[in-house]
């Protein structure tokens, strides 16, 4: 072996620290892995006070860690629990601190006929609510459909049992086909318009909606609220005949009628040809005794009538006796009623001659008179004594009067400039000019001197 020259220089090494260790690995894992869908059941789930959800995602064989942050977490339409089947869109990652690989989840709702019982009992509570399921508003069926309309695959059994049963229980029922996919993308879609479009035809009396059976998924078309509205919608009355008896769904709630298989469909509306004949040759002997008992009868109302017959000239003596009777009787009735009403018409005279006005007029008249003469009466005596009291309410004024004072001698005296009465001769200044009021005229006056007391 070659020594190596101690002059030569010593590789570099490039070393990591742990920290980029985890970064780069964790770049390298999200940069080399898409958005993902992944499938797998929860386990470990745990939910601590910040609102983020952390479990275990496992299959049979494996298992890895995930993490599905708060603001994620507050948009589930579901409750996430151990041992619950789910479908998560992930994005591969790896948690730096501890080097732990893990999923970042965006998404996540439950799998399979997990998420499908959830949404089908979710819309089953809300149309009850609404009403779509009440039985009052459920129509019976026809007795005897001459034409029933199908809404189902053309190409399925249910189709092929229908016309089977109905060809072997009522072979003349017309039956009108609505072909449609009864499962798969747009199956609902294709449901719903052929029943509008029946229901715009009006050209059967009945209709069945359903197919053979299968699994939840495959009847999920049948559990649309589409199909549920347009069957509540329909014009005619609807029969629902969905996979096998142990199958419910949507459909069946909102039909008039829920039949356990599209078989059951056909034998519920079909009669059967066999009991339908006997029924008939039934009515038939029946209606023939009932026309034989009604000619017995008219024959025996005939030869009563032949018994009973007599010659038209006995008939017509009756009849013109029966004439000369009423007359009488109507004439005599005309004389009673006429003096019936002189009778009355004489004693409504009568009274009305003693409720005459004539009387009570003049009773009134002669009133009047004595009540004119009491008013004169009273107005004269009122009169006197009015002007008594004025004669002597005028003495009294007269009395209080100040111009009495001023026919005594005395006189009133007032300031020119306001007209106040002067009481005291300081009330006014000297050279001032007063007013004097006589008992006859007035004196304009200056004070000369003023005399105080």
């Keep these: ?49 910040s609102g983020h959800l952390y479990f275990t995602l496992k299959d049979e064989f494996a298992q890895v860690r995930g993490a599905m942050f708060r603001m994620r977490a ?68 026809p007795p005897l459909p001459r034409t029933i309309g199908v809404v189902t695959s053309p190409s399925g059994a249910a189709i092929h049992d229908i016309l089977t049963v109905l060809q072997r229980r009522f072979p003349a029922t017309r039956v009108v086909i609505y072909p449609v996919a009864v499962q798969g993308e747009g199956a609902w879609r294709e449901i719903a318009e052929a029943i509008r479009l029946a229901g715009r035809r009006q050209e059967c009396e009945v209709l069945i909606v359903g197919r053979g059976g299968g699994s939840l998924e495959d009847l999920w078309a049948f559990n649309e609220e589409v199909v549920a509205r347009a069957i509540y919608d329909s014009p005619i009355p609807v029969v629902s005949a969905v996979g096998h008896e142990v199958d419910v769904t949507i459909a069946d709630f909102v039909a008039d009628v829920r039949a356990a298989t599209p078989s059951a469909a056909a034998e519920l509306l079909s009669p059967d040809a066999g009991q339908l004949r006997l029924g008939v040759a039934a009515l038939q002997q029946r209606l023939q005794q009932a026309v034989r008992r009604a000619q017995q009868q008219q024959r025996r109302r005939l030869q009563g009538l032949g018994q009973r017959l007599r010659h038209p000239g006995q008939r017509l003596q009756q009849i013109a006796q029966r004439l000369d009777e009423l007359e009488w009787r109507l004439n005599h009735a005309r004389r009673h009623q006429l003096r019936h009403h002189q009778t009355r018409l004489a004693g409504l005279h009568s009274r009305l001659q003693h409720h005459t006005p004539q009387h009570r007029l003049a009773g009134l008249q002669a009133r009047h008179q004595s009540l004119q003469a009491r008013l004169q009466h009273a107005l004269q005596e009122r009169l006197q004594e009015g002007r008594g009291r004025l004669a002597l309410q005028a003495r009294t004024l007269e009395a209080v009067s100040p111009l009495a004072t001023l026919q005594r001698g005395y006189a009133i005296v007032t300031r020119e400039v306001d007209g106040a009465v002067l009481e005291r001769s300081t009330q006014v200044e000297t050279g001032a000019r007063v007013r004097v009021r006589l008992a006859s005229g007035e004196l304009l006056c200056r004070v000369e001197e003023r005399v105080d007391e």
């Design 1 to 49: 072996m070659l020594n190596p020259s101690p002059t030569a220089p010593a590789p570099q090494r490039d070393i990591y620290s742990v920290s980029r260790l985890n970064r780069e690995a964790r770049a390298l894992l999200e940069g080399n892995f898409p958005l993902l869908w992944l499938e797998g059941e929860l386990s470990n789930l745990t939910r601590p006070r």
């Design 74 to 141: 507050g948009h589930l339409a579901f409750t996430p629990r151990d041992g619950l089947q789910v479908l998560a869109r992930v994005r591969v990652s790896l948690y730096e601190p501890r080097g732990d690989y893990q999923l970042v989840v965006d998404h996540m709702e439950e799998a399979g006929d997990g998420a499908l019982r959830r949404a089908f009992d979710t819309l089953k509570q809300r149309l009850l609510q609404e009403g779509l399921f009440e039985e009052g508003r459920k129509r019976p069926l």
